[in-house]
C-alpha cells in the first residue's frame, strides 16, 4: 500500500453497481489477435486506466489449476496453529514469510489491521548483500512443500503476464509496446498471500480490513476468492464494490504508473472490507521494477503534454521508505 487516505474516506458505504463500472477486458486477442488485435486491448486498458484505474482481466492464459493450487496452499497454511505458523514469521532483519495481525487493544477503528499475509519477493540467490527488503531468500513454512511449488509456480505466472500487460500499457499510451521492458530485468516483485477475518458485527463503519491506499508499483494483479470485500474510489470521490469475477483477475495500476504516463492513468483508491461474515482469500501479485530505476514522466509524454507532472522517484529508496513505515506500525509481532 502507498497513499492513505483521509478517514471520512473510510466512513463511507461502497455502493452496489454493475459490473459495467469496472469493465471486464479480454486479454486473447492482444496474444493471438495480431496487431490489430494487440491495438484494441491496448485501448481498451487505457481507457479504464484513464477512468478509474481497475478492470477485470479475462483471457489470460493462466491454467486453473495453477490458482486452484495456490489458494489450496494458502488455505492450508493460514489453517495451521498460530505455533506452526509462527515457525515462518517474518522478523525485521528478514521480512519474508508470515506475518500475522497486530495485537489490538480497545474497540477496533479505521487504523486496525484486520488481516495476516505470507509475504514472498523476487529471489535472487547470486547477490551478495543480505538486504533485508530486497536481498533476502525466501522463508517457507515447514513440512509444507507443496507450498513452495504452487507458490514458485503462480510467481512465475504472475510475471509472465504482467510483462505482457506492460506491453499493452505501453500500446496504450501510444508508445512502442516493449517501452518499458528494459526497467524488469531484476524486478523486486512481491507475491502476497492474504488472509482476513471477517469484520465483527457492530463494528464502527470506518473499519476495514485494509485502510483505503493506491498501491505503490506499475501495476497489481489479484486473485479474489468467491467471497468479495473489495472496493474502489471512483473518480467522483463515490466507492463502489468490485466483486470477483469467475475466471478473471482483477488489476489496478498504482503510483508507480501514473508517474510514468505523466497523470493519463490515475492510481486509485481501494480497501478491502469482509463483512460477509465468513474469511476471505485473496492473492495480490505486485509487479516492480528493478531496483535501480528511476520513474519518472516518461519524456515523449511530457512533450506530448508540455510539462513534467511528477517528480522523479527511485524504485528502491521509495519502496524502503515504505516497508519502514509499515515496520513502525508492525508493533511486537515481528
Request: with cysteine.
Amino acid at each position: 500500500m502507498s497513499r492513505s487516505s483521509e478517514s471520512i474516506e473510510d466512513s463511507v458505504v461502497a455502493q452496489a453497481v454493475e459490473l459495467s463500472e469496472i469493465p471486464i477486458i479480454d486479454f486473447s486477442p492482444f496474444r493471438h489477435g495480431g496487431q490489430a488485435g494487440k491495438q484494441a486491448v491496448a485501448a481498451q486498458i487505457a481507457h479504464a486506466c484513464e477512468h478509474i484505474g481497475f478492470f477485470y482481466l479475462k483471457g489470460h492464459d493462466v491454467p486453473e489449476q495453477v490458482l486452484h493450487d495456490t489458494f489450496e496452499q494458502s488455505r492450508a497454511f493460514f489453517h495451521l496453529p498460530v505455533a506452526e505458523r509462527q515457525k515462518a514469521a517474518a522478523t525485521l532483519a528478514w521480512y519474508r514469510g508470515w506475518i500475522p495481525m497486530p495485537k489490538q487493544e480497545g474497540a477496533l477503528d479505521r487504523n486496525s489491521r484486520l488481516f495476516e499475509q505470507y509475504r514472498i519477493q523476487a529471489d535472487f540467490p547470486d547477490v551478495p548483500e543480505p538486504d533485508p527488503v530486497f536481498n533476502r531468500p525466501n522463508r517457507w513454512p515447514e513440512d509444507m512443500p507443496a507450498f513452495r511449488e504452487a507458490c514458485e509456480r503462480y510467481y512465475t505466472a504472475m510475471l509472465a503476464l504482467g510483462r505482457d500487460l506492460l506491453r499493452a500499457f505501453a500500446l496504450g499510451l501510444g508508445l512502442p509496446e516493449d517501452r518499458f521492458d528494459s526497467h524488469f530485468n531484476l524486478p523486486i516483485c512481491q507475491l502476497s498471500l492474504l488472509y482476513y477475518i471477517p469484520i465483527p458485527d457492530g463494528s464502527d463503519i470506518e473499519v476495514s480490513n485494509t485502510v483505503s491506499h493506491t498501491d505503490e508499483g506499475p501495476l497489481t494483479i489479484l486473485a479474489q476468492d468467491s467471497i468479495g470485500g473489495l472496493e474502489v474510489k471512483r473518480r467522483d470521490g463515490t466507492w463502489i464494490s468490485a466483486p470477483p469475477v469467475p475466471g478473471a483477475y482483477t488489476i489496478n495500476i498504482g503510483d508507480m504508473m501514473m508517474w510514468w504516463s505523466n497523470g493519463q492513468f490515475v492510481s486509485n483508491y481501494h480497501r478491502v472490507r469482509n463483512r460477509a461474515g465468513v474469511e476471505r482469500f485473496s492473492i495480490p501479485f505486485f509487479l516492480n521494477p528493478d531496483q535501480e530505476t528511476v520513474i519518472a514522466p516518461l519524456p515523449e509524454l511530457v512533450a506530448r503534454d508540455g510539462v513534467a507532472r511528477f517528480e522523479p522517484v527511485h524504485v528502491g529508496t521509495h519502496l524502503k521508505r515504505f516497508y519502514a513505515r509499515l515496520e513502525k506500525t508492525a508493533g511486537d509481532f515481528l
